[in-house]
């Protein structure tokens, strides 16, 4: 287990707690405990040791939504995903963060302004979201995204957000998907040297912050009416990818 100083623990428990409240449905939050763990371990190293704890976050998530998830969603985008996560995979032994970190912003931006786009002015692109190439170009880049830095949150969050799930579905839905991707990630992070004993260490103690973070979030979307909760996530990823760039 890595040693870290009495502040540095408080960081990683309430990075662990956030990454439970992205599970909720606050997708866009991902980048807060992505950004923490970065700092306190290295981006590549933090790949290895977020990822249990994203599988506790998960669970969870999947045992609070379960019943209002829509498969049909999910077996649309998980094939794409899956190629994705292969593609980041043989990546990671070539690219470093300088490379990836640059793109992936743009792409969520990008993304963020497309939905805002449909929010006000929905006949300009009502068709694109539900076009097979749109949820199969989306499920690749979140394959590749996660797979490089568990950072596919946001762009899971606006595919789903412009076919227009309502908030319950759209997190039981998120839950599935992220557990069997995550799930399937295990062995290519492994083989990367990524997650260990060391690590695994490290996420046993966490993981309870994931857990409470997931409860306090659970309650929130509970009180957050439609409207609210579909701008909040924009503005999540729109933050998120200004951040990326590395605008502040």
Same mark, same amino acid.
């Given at each position: 287990?890595?040693?870290?100083?009495?502040?540095?623990?408080?960081?990683?428990?309430?990075?662990?707690?956030?990454? !439970?409240?992205?599970?909720?449905?606050?997708?866009?939050?991902?980048? +807060?405990?992505?950004?923490?763990?970065?700092?306190?371990?290295?981006?590549?190293?933090?790949?290895?040791?977020?990822?249990?704890?994203?599988?506790?976050?998960?669970?969870?998530?999947?045992?609070?939504?379960?019943? =209002?998830?829509?498969?049909?969603?999910?077996?649309?985008?998980?094939?794409?995903?899956?190629?994705?996560?292969?593609?980041?995979?043989?990546?990671?032994?070539?690219?470093?963060?300088?490379?990836?970190?640059?793109?992936?912003?743009?792409?969520?931006?990008?993304?963020?302004?497309?939905?805002?786009?449909?929010?006000?002015?929905?006949?300009?692109?009502?068709?694109?979201? =539900?076009?097979?190439?749109?949820?199969?170009?989306?499920?690749?880049?979140?394959?590749?995204?996660?797979?490089?830095?568990?950072?596919?949150?946001?762009?899971?969050?606006?595919?789903?957000?412009?076919? !227009?799930?309502?908030?319950?579905?759209?997190?039981?839905?998120?839950?599935?998907?992220?557990?069997?991707?995550?799930?399937?990630?295990?062995?290519?992070?492994?083989?990367?040297?990524?997650? =260990?004993?060391?690590?695994?260490?490290?996420?046993?103690?966490?993981?309870?912050?994931?857990?409470?973070?997931?409860?306090?979030?659970?309650?929130?979307?509970?009180?957050?009416?439609?409207?609210? +909760?579909?701008?909040?996530?924009?503005?999540?990823?729109?933050?998120?990818?200004?951040?990326?760039?590395?605008?502040?």
């Amino acid at each position: 287990m890595p040693e870290l100083s009495a502040d540095q623990w408080c960081w990683a428990a309430v990075a662990a707690a956030g990454i !439970g409240f992205s599970k909720s449905g606050f997708a866009g939050v991902g980048l +807060f405990h992505i950004l923490i763990f970065a700092g306190l371990f290295g981006a590549r190293t933090s790949t290895g040791i977020l990822l249990p704890l994203l599988i506790v976050g998960d669970v969870s998530a999947v045992l609070a939504f379960r019943q =209002h998830a829509r498969w049909d969603y999910v077996r649309l985008i998980l094939p794409p995903a899956v190629a994705g996560i292969v593609v980041g995979w043989l990546l990671m032994f070539r690219l470093d963060d300088a490379s990836l970190k640059p793109a992936i912003g743009a792409i969520v931006l990008g993304l963020a302004v497309l939905q805002f786009v449909r929010m006000w002015r929905p006949d300009l692109i009502a068709d694109m979201p =539900h076009a097979r190439w749109f949820a199969v170009s989306l499920g690749l880049l979140a394959g590749f995204t996660t797979m490089l830095a568990n950072g596919a949150g946001p762009i899971v969050a606006l595919y789903l957000l412009a076919v !227009g799930l309502p908030k319950y579905e759209f997190v039981g839905t998120a839950a599935w998907f992220f557990l069997i991707v995550n799930v399937l990630k295990m062995p290519f992070s492994t083989s990367l040297g990524l997650v =260990h004993p060391h690590t695994l260490a490290l996420n046993a103690v966490l993981a309870p912050a994931v857990v409470v973070g997931l409860l306090v979030g659970r309650k929130l979307v509970k009180q957050v009416n439609q409207r609210l +909760f579909d701008s909040l996530l924009l503005a999540f990823a729109a933050t998120a990818a200004l951040r990326i760039l590395g605008v502040f």
